[in-house]
């Protein structure tokens, strides 16, 4: 996981991509594939999508409906 340090700036980091996955989910629940086919000009490939799901999840910003298997986002 990259997170921004003295070596890894910010733009480089997870951090800066946080906003591209939470302005997709704002407008509509989507499945995690169809999340990762609108993000993944942004990350460098799925373990990175992961990464930043993973720390979104554990922030609260967004949520899994079990049901559906749909992401949402929380706010």
């Known amino acids: 996981?990259?997170?921004?340090?003295k070596v890894t700036p910010y733009q480089a980091s997870i951090l800066a991509k946080f906003p591209?996955?939470?302005?997709c989910?704002?407008?509509?629940?989507?499945?995690?594939?169809d999340l990762y086919k609108k993000v993944k000009s942004k990350?460098?490939?799925v373990g990175e999508f992961l990464e930043i799901l993973d720390c979104l999840y554990a922030?609260?910003?967004?949520e899994l409906f079990?049901?559906?298997g749909m992401l949402h986002y929380v706010g």
């Open 25 to 33: 989910l704002e407008n509509e629940d989507l499945r995690p594939d």
């Open 20 to 23: 591209a996955v939470l302005s």
């Open 1 to 5: 996981m990259k997170f921004p340090s």
């Open 66 to 68: 079990e049901e559906g």
């Open 43 to 45: 990350v460098t490939d």
């Open 59 to 62: 922030l609260g910003k967004i």
